[in-house]
């Protein structure tokens, strides 16, 4: 809110209550004047009419003429011929009630008809026998007045006026009250609005002064001294400010002259080794770059990918016309790789190697690996398209995902480094990888990766078949190896289903049972490779049992 308008909220409430205050004093100091003068006024008449009847009476008394009817019917004509000179207008009635509020004597032409209720309340209001002045409504119409009882006539006479015309001038006199109050007002409004203006005007040039330095950036413009007071002394100490803040706008000018060419030049820096280095890990080093020399065992999912029969390929293509290939196959890869918060950690000739989980890990890191994985064999349907039409020559792919803990950080001298994973979890997806062409799999997931995953497959519309209990080279610890389909039909659900069933039979020895599920899974996919090697087992060893301390591991001396 305006300074100014907060000076006329503090004091036009004080001039106001002032205003209201004196002007409620006169307006109660009049009142009472009018109305004392009105009710004397009724007071004097009221009294009046009761010496002329009174005098009526004393004469027919003195005379013997009080037991004479007709004498006092005429005396009470005489007191209503004397009421009748005494009313001073048309509004103002003398009457007289009996002791039933019956009108018996009445000045006006038109006679007030009080209804049962009316009468019962002015009789009770005159046998209280109040001097002062009272109200009631008689004919419907609200009336004041006073009142005697004159005990000859038995009569409750009465001297009433509207209580609108009694009380006009007390009604002037607070519609004048408050015309001037709010006149006075509306005038203490006007000089208020006028004076705060002018109290604030040096304030409001000192604000445009703000405004324009900064919308214009000009530390030149200068405040205008307007009056020699306080608001003087504040423009000229924020001129000297201004002149202060030039000086060091400039020198910060310069600072944010060269904070931008190193941002650019930091720019330009994290675009060329984005190339080489994932973003994340350009991130986090220009955060804490001593923290990127430490390294750090964690749970990834690490991602092998691998050109079936490149060598062939290779050979049947021009140099430029593969390297051509190759990029086209790598970008696509990489791209469904890194928008599924993977890491691209390298290129191995026509391989990729990439894991989940560092330097920023995410709770879905497993499941985005496996997905990726999907979505990467899925591109190269369109790749392939593009490939027939260019006539080269197709590419397949097989894809090995592990899940598990590696030593992951900056790897090399202080000449050279990687940002990299290493550990048995990564060797183990690398032979994964290659053991997608003995089981005929585009995609291979390790134990670790499965449990890690299992509950989310139905969410993510994924099928999983568990196909062997694998040793690697080198290793005697067998670990089951399961392949992942997306969207399986009802057929393939179908058979998968048996298929697991039989492998759990095969595992507990029960073979025949085993390889009866197996054929199942053949009616169902008769070209199903790993339900025919499973199959081929199972007969196998229902004819020549495995000894007692078979554990299912098949121990593959291939890479």
């Known amino acids: 809110m305006r300074i100014k308008f907060k000076i006329i909220l503090v004091v036009l409430p004080l001039i106001v209550i002032t205003l209201i205050l004196s002007q409620t004093a006169s307006y109660v100091t009049a009142v009472d004047g009018v109305n004392h003068a009105a009710e004397r006024f009724l007071g004097f008449k009221i009294s009046e009419v009761r010496k002329y009847a009174e005098n009526q009476w004393a004469l027919l008394v003195e005379n013997n003429y009080a037991g004479r009817a007709d004498m006092v019917e005429a005396a009470k004509n005489a007191v209503e011929i004397y009421a009748r000179s005494v009313v001073t207008s048309k509004t103002e009635i003398i009457l007289a009630v009996n002791e039933t509020g019956g009108t018996v004597m009445c000045t006006s032409d038109e006679t007030l008809t009080a209804s049962d209720a009316e009468k019962e309340k002015l009789l009770t209001l ?17 009336r004041v007045f006073r009142a005697f009882y004159f005990t000859p006539f038995n009569w409750y006479v009465l001297l009433t006026e509207r209580r609108a015309v009694f009380y006009s001038d007390v009604d002037r006199i607070t519609a004048q009250t408050i015309f001037v109050t709010l006149a006075a007002a509306c005038i203490a409004v006007v000089l208020l609005v006028v004076f705060s203006s002018m109290l604030t005007k040096p304030l409001a040039k000192a604000t445009a002064s703000m405004d324009a330095i900064i919308k214009s950036g000009d530390m030149s413009e200068r405040v205008e001294v307007v009056y020699r007071d306080e608001t003087g002394a504040l423009a000229q100490t924020f001129n000297a400010m201004i002149t202060g803040l030039e000086a060091a706008y400039r020198q910060i000018k310069k600072h944010a002259f060269d904070a931008v060419m190193a941002q650019k030049r930091e720019h330009r820096i994290r675009r060329i080794f984005q190339k080489y280095v994932p973003k994340d890990v350009i991130d986090k080093f220009f955060v804490s770059p001593d923290s990127m020399l430490v390294g750090d065992n964690r749970n990834l999912s690490i991602l092998f990918s691998d050109i079936r029969g490149f060598t062939t390929i290779s050979e049947g293509m021009k140099p430029d016309r593969l390297v051509s290939s190759l990029n086209r196959y790598f970008s696509g890869q990489v791209d469904i790789i890194m928008d599924r918060n993977g890491v691209v950690d390298k290129y191995i000739g026509d391989a990729i190697m990439a894991f989940w989980g560092a330097p920023v890990s995410h709770e879905d890191d497993a499941m985005q690996s496996v997905l990726a994985g999907l979505d990467m064999i899925d591109a190269l349907k369109t790749f392939n398209e593009k490939q027939r039409e260019l006539g080269e020559p197709e590419f397949h792919i097989g894809v090995g995902v592990n899940y598990g803990v590696v030593t992951v950080g900056n790897i090399g001298s202080e000449r050279k480094m990687d940002y990299t994973v290493i550990g048995d979890t990564v060797n183990l997806a690398s032979r ?128």
């Open 126 to 142: 005159l046998h209280q026998e109040n001097n002062g002045v009272m109200s009631v409504v008689i004919g419907g119409q609200e």
């Open 432 to 559: 994964m990888e290659g053991l997608t062409k003995m089981y005929h799999a585009e995609l291979l997931i390790s134990e670790p990766l499965y449990n890690k995953i299992g509950p989310q497959l139905q969410q993510e519309r994924l099928s999983a078949r568990l196909l062997d209990t694998v040793a690697v080279k080198g290793k005697t610890k067998g670990v089951k190896i399961f392949t992942v389909k997306r969207d399986a039909d009802d057929n393939e659900k179908k058979a998968w289903s048996i298929h697991n069933q039989g492998v759990q039979l095969y595992y507990q020895r029960s073979f025949a049972n085993a390889a009866a599920c197996f054929q199942k899974v053949l009616v169902l996919l008769p070209d199903d490779f790993n339900a025919k090697n499973l199959l081929v087992r199972a007969q196998a060893y229902t004819k020549d049992p495995p000894p007692e301390n078979w554990n299912g591991i098949e121990v593959m001396h291939s890479k």
